[in-house]
Every structure is written in C-alpha cells, then in structure tokens.
C-alpha cells in the first residue's frame, strides 16, 4: 500500500489543523493505521492509530482530549483533527499501514508498522 500524507501548515498556538492520509494500492480496510511525528533532534513519536474497522482508536496521552484519529475506509483516507495545537506538537507527521494481522501496532511500536507515508510539517507558533 502506498500512503501520503497531506495537511500540513503553520498555525498559530491553540490553533486547528486536519491531516489527511491518502492510501493507494491495496485493499485499505486490510490495514490497522497510525500517526507518527518526529521533531528536530527528537525520536520517531507515536501519536495515534485506529484498527482497520474505526472500531478502536488509541492515542498518545500528550495528545489525548486535542487530537481525533478517524478513517473513511470508502475514501481511503485516514486522518488527524488536531484541536488546541500547541508549540510541543511541531513535527513532521507520518502516517503508516500494519497489515490486520500485525501485533504491537497499537501500543505505538513504529517497528510494527511496514508502510509509511513521506511526511507532512507542522508548525505551530507561538
């Protein structure tokens, strides 16, 4: 499956942002799906992901009550509301595929994940 990644942007502090997953290639329901980020200097982070259904959504606790991880498996798509943005969450955001039979993918293992979208920067000022 191929990812890519879209929604990016600057915003001010306490501002919104939506990012947006397109997946091509394969059957995107076969997929559980999450969000990474990774800041200058810093580590690959776990933010979000969601099973193959929707049915079940996990979240990382610096994001939990701002950020909403959601998927229309009709579209393709996957996506990230970003509610509250703070200067912290400034990073480039990935978004990846597991397939459903992947383990450690929900407890933000990014070794789980096999496909990877390219990227997207977001900037929050200030």
């Known amino acids: 499956v191929q990812l890519q990644a879209s929604g990016g942007g600057l915003v001010q502090a306490g501002g919104s942002l939506r990012l947006s997953c397109a997946a091509s290639?394969?059957?995107?329901?076969?997929?559980?799906m999450g969000w990474f980020r990774q800041a200058p200097e810093k580590e690959r982070e776990f933010v979000a992901a969601?099973?193959?259904?929707?049915?079940?959504?996990y979240s990382a606790d610096s994001v939990k009550g701002r950020f909403t991880i959601s998927r229309d498996n009709a579209k393709n798509r996957m996506y990230l509301q970003m509610n509250s943005l703070k200067p912290e969450d400034t990073a480039v955001y990935y978004c990846?595929?597991?397939?459903?039979?992947?383990?450690?993918?929900?407890?933000?293992?990014?070794?789980?994940?096999?496909?990877w979208g390219q990227g997207t920067q977001v900037t929050v000022s200030s």
């Open positions: 990846a595929a597991v397939t459903m039979n992947g383990s450690g993918w929900y407890k933000g293992e990014f070794q789980a994940y096999g496909y």
């Open positions: 290639g394969r059957t995107f329901s076969n997929y559980n």
């Open positions: 969601i099973t193959w259904s929707g049915g079940n959504r």
